[in-house]
């Protein structure tokens, strides 16, 4: 059975500067004093969760309302924030108290709560940015970078994956949306780098496998297909028009590898929702000009509450028919997963977002 999954951002609902303050404490300290906001924090991660559960998401990625990026730079120690990214000034190591990804550890913490209000076990989707994307806000590379990143980041995921009978982490995911849009020459085929890259990766997916946790790689585009010599890596995904979805060579390399697809089949993309929408309904506006002005002009609107956003989200048809069309080239057999292409912060408003992760669920629920 094909199962449910999202990637993890939202829209933010709420006061965005405290849930921010609330995280730095959230992960140092739980005492009385700052019980309040770490509480708030509590309340916004968990309500979250259950919500994607019970529109029908069956292994939710934890509520990411965070920078992505930062939120994992800023738990390494040894680096130095200059003008342009990030220097190493020391050994790269985890800073204290920083192993816990906070979110997930606010849904442990709550795990009674939540089991409780879902009425059953629940499964919990953890997703880190990867050593690639993370070694590009760095402002000098050597081709070992990768392998100490990779380090601190599996130590991050042997610290965050938890297992009990009221709930879970099932998957892992390695986020690394800036693989394959850049001539890197770290990673040019024969270099040190390219090899190093794959090292890094198996340290990290190898600590979920060895943990009973599957194991996926989140990428944006995948014309460098560098993650298909990764052993430990099970499970991939993309955009919902990358060639990943409907290549040859996937099918072939997919069965030789013993690897499988997350089907990526709406899109997140809000600006993009809006373009499709403008194209399909009013063919008089053509030129790119005109469709860029006229998607100004209904942000202006959405903005000042006088547009509904959830008019310019796709039709479970066209979400229905994406999927069907991935299955029927792939087979039930390779596809482990479906759900949105990526995650859903460019959004704007939570509720939005929840409706789409509602048309996407209808979408399979159908088929």
């Known amino acids: ?25 959230y ?50 120690n040894g680096l130095e924030k200059v003008k342009g990214g990030f220097m190493e000034v020391n050994d790269l190591s985890l800073l204290p108290n920083k192993s816990q990804i906070a979110e997930v550890a606010a ?16 499964r919990l989707k953890i997703c880190i940015t990867g050593p690639y994307t993370l070694s590009n806000f760095f402002t000098y590379k050597d081709s070992e970078i990768f392998i100490r990143l990779g380090k601190i980041l599996s130590q991050i995921v042997e610290d965050n994956i938890f297992h009990s009978k009221k709930g879970n982490v099932t998957i892992l995911v390695v986020d690394e949306p800036t693989f394959g849009f850049i001539d890197d020459p770290l990673i040019d085929y024969g270099s040190d780098g390219r090899e190093n890259m794959i090292k890094a990766w198996e340290n990290i ?3 979920a496998l060895s943990k009973g946790v599957n194991t996926s790689i989140h990428l944006h585009n995948t014309v460098n297909e560098l993650f298909w010599d990764v052993k430990s890596l099970k499970i991939l995904e993309s955009h919902v028009d990358d060639q990943l979805y409907s290549s040859e060579k996937t099918k072939k390399q ?16 809000f600006d993009k929702l809006i373009r499709n929408h403008i194209i399909q309904t009013i063919p008089s506006v053509s030129s790119e000009i005109a469709i860029n002005e006229r998607i100004g002009k209904i942000w202006d609107e959405i903005n ?27 087979s039930e057999e390779r596809v482990l997963y479906a759900g949105p292409e990526c995650g859903l912060k460019s959004f704007p408003t939570y509720e939005s977002a929840i409706k789409c992760l509602k048309n996407t669920v209808k979408a399979v629920k159908n088929t």
């Open 27 to 76: 992960s140092t300290s739980l005492d009385s004093e700052n019980r309040d906001l770490t509480k708030y924090f509590e309340e916004k991660v968990t309500k979250a969760f259950i919500d994607k559960i019970m529109v029908g998401i069956d292994i939710p990625n934890y509520p990411q309302f965070r920078d992505m990026n930062n939120m994992f730079l800023e738990s390494i």
């Open 254 to 269: 997919l069965e030789s590898t013993d690897k499988f697809l997350k089907a990526s089949i709406s899109i997140s993309i």
């Open 1 to 25: 059975m094909i199962e449910l999954i999202d990637v993890g951002s939202m829209p933010y609902n709420g006061n965005l500067m405290k849930f921010l303050e609330s995280s730095k404490l």
């Open 304 to 330: 000042r509450n006088n547009q509904d956003p959830k008019v310019f989200l796709e039709p479970i048809e066209v979400i229905q028919k994406r999927f069907e069309k991935i299955i029927n080239k792939f």
């Open 205 to 207: 997916f190898q600590k």
């Open 107 to 122: 849904i442990k913490n709550n795990i009674e709560q939540v089991s409780e209000k879902l009425g059953s076990p629940f």
